[in-house]
Nanobody, 127 residues
Framework: QAVLMESGGGSVQAGGSLRLTCEVN?????????MGWFRQTPGKEREAVAQ????????YYRGSVKGRFTISQDRAKNTLYLQMNSLKPEDTGTYYC???????????????????WGQGAQVTVSS
């Protein structure tokens, strides 16, 4: 059974940094292509934060995090990362990693229909 374990969440002041890590265990399906990070706050829908293709050549970032967040991966370790710098209070939320996405290239590159999800890691940014 596939298990995704997020770690690295916590509480920081605005302007600080955190690095989220997602370990992918027990998932070896052929759809283990692209992966991504999502976040959710109470009362709001889950939103995509960053995504990365299997070969790492394509990435997607939500507009509000561009230039501050960096998604990366170590396929040999089955691990996904999200480096978050210059954090803002509006970045507060529960962050989820997702694996087993399907890549699409039209009209632009995207990663969709994720097969497995983590349990979430809380990130709190205070002003």
């Amino acid at each position: 059974q596939a298990v995704l374990m997020e770690s690295g969440g916590g509480s920081v002041q605005a302007g600080g940094s955190l690095r989220l890590t997602c370990e992918v265990n027990g998932y070896s399906g052929s759809r283990r292509a692209c992966m991504g990070w999502f976040r959710q706050t109470p009362g709001k829908e889950r939103e995509a934060v960053a995504q990365i293709s299997k070969d790492g050549d394509n990435t997607y970032y939500r507009g509000s995090v561009k230039g501050r967040f960096t998604i990366s991966q170590d396929r040999a370790k089955n691990t996904l990362y999200l480096q978050m710098n210059s954090l803002k209070p509006e970045d507060t939320g529960t962050y989820y990693c997702a694996a087993g996405g399907v890549e699409r290239w039209y009209p632009t590159w995207s990663c969709e229909n994720f097969a497995v999800w983590g349990q979430g890691a809380q990130v709190t940014v205070s002003s």
